[in-house]
């Protein structure tokens, strides 16, 4: 089956404890990216990927680190995890245009 | 920046009703215009896209209509049902893997 899977789903963790979010698609997508989801905000991408060793900047990526060496995973690092990044995550992979969501990573930082 | 402004920010809509949910955008560069539509736990799925060359495109009870000249687009919900009550979301970009700009969804109710 076709599809972006993502983990852990759930992540309570405290402030300045590294963590990573782990993200991989089966579709040999070449592009993929990180969003953010908070009530009110929408969806706010955080970095995205068009190729292995490729990434870039999204709209709001303070705070958050990734890296793409292999075209399936593509993982999303909080190295000093703060409250204002509690929120619901989802990773992505999109091709000619359509992206394909993961089912989310709800993480809290108290 | 770019943006896509999308309103309302919740609708209730009675069963058997229309839902419509507006956007506008800004970049003329911007010729890819889908929808995405998201059930509470999941993440968001296409819906229907639309590309500028047409003024509406129909999947089922699912309608976008574009207005190239105004920047703006719409989805339409005909018959709405309350299997429909989730949030949707427009987004545009510019052709092939460029990043998509969301709008910041509207919540549809639908009751019976």
């Known amino acids: 089956e076709a599809q972006v899977t993502q983990n852990p789903r759930y992540l309570i963790t405290v402030t300045g404890k590294k963590l990573t979010v782990t993200c991989s698609q089966n579709m040999n997508h070449e592009y993929m990216s990180w969003y953010r989801q908070d009530p009110g905000l929408g969806l706010r991408q955080i970095y995205y990927s068009m190729n292995v060793e490729v990434t870039d900047k999204g709209d709001v990526p303070e705070g958050y680190k990734v890296s793409r060496k292999e075209k399936r995973n593509f993982p999303l690092i909080l190295e000093s995890p703060s409250p204002n990044q509690t929120s619901l995550y989802f990773c992505?992979?999109?091709?000619?245009?359509?992206?394909?969501f993961g089912p989310g990573t709800r993480l809290t930082v108290t | 920046q770019q943006q896509v402004k999308q309103s309302p920010q919740s609708l209730i809509v009675q069963k058997g009703g229309i839902s419509i949910i507006n956007c506008a955008y800004e970049?003329?560069?911007?010729?890819?215009f889908p929808w995405y539509q998201q059930f509470p736990g999941k993440g968001p799925a296409l819906l229907i896209a639309i590309r500028p060359d047409v003024s509406e495109k129909k999947e089922g009870r699912f309608t976008i209509s574009f207005n190239k000249s105004a920047k703006q687009f719409s989805l339409h919900i005909m018959d709405s049902q309350p299997g429909d009550s989730a949030t949707y979301f427009c987004?545009?970009?510019?052709?092939?893997?460029?990043?998509?700009?969301f709008g910041k969804g509207t919540r549809l109710s639908v009751i019976a």
């Open positions: 992505a992979s999109s091709f000619v245009g359509v992206q394909y």
């Open positions: 987004a545009a970009a510019n052709s092939g893997n460029t990043p998509l700009v």
């Open positions: 970049n003329t560069a911007f010729d890819y």
